[in-house]
């Protein structure tokens, strides 16, 4: 089957931004792929993430569609921990003499 770029173009903004159709029952097989390809590179990561949140595609659409953006993204990456200096003064104000 031939993929044609303007359904490409229409499954990705019905599937990421209005959410009338998903990509497991909505688009034909052929098309899923392109379609995460067009929404890597047509749509911002906020969109995307509104997706998400909107229940318009799911986690594991998400993640495959970031990595596509973003091919060292790491959808689980590992807690950093955080110290913080414990020997820390706070400032000190010099007095003015006048």
Same mark, same amino acid.
């Given at each position: $089957?031939? *993929?044609?770029?303007? $359904?490409?173009?229409?499954?990705?903004?019905?599937?990421? *931004?209005?959410?009338?159709?998903?990509?497991?029952?909505?688009?034909?097989?052929?098309?899923?792929?392109?379609?995460?390809? !067009? #929404?890597? #590179?047509?749509?911002?990561?906020?969109?995307?993430?509104?997706?998400?949140?909107?229940?318009?595609?799911?986690?594991?659409?998400?993640?495959?569609? $970031?990595?596509?953006?973003?091919?060292?993204?790491?959808?689980?990456?590992?807690? &950093?921990?955080?110290?913080?200096?414990?020997?820390? !003064?706070?400032?000190?104000?010099? &007095?003015?003499?006048?």
């Amino acid at each position: $089957m031939a *993929i044609l770029s303007f $359904m490409t173009k229409s499954y990705a903004q019905n599937v990421y *931004i209005f959410g009338n159709r998903t990509l497991s029952g909505g688009v034909p097989a052929d098309y899923q792929e392109p379609v995460k390809n !067009q #929404a890597a #590179a047509a749509y911002t990561d906020q969109q995307l993430k509104a997706s998400l949140d909107a229940g318009y595609i799911t986690e594991d659409e998400y993640n495959q569609t $970031m990595n596509i953006k973003y091919p060292d993204w790491n959808s689980d990456p590992e807690p &950093i921990e955080e110290s913080f200096p414990t020997d820390v !003064q706070p400032p000190i104000e010099a &007095i003015p003499t006048e």
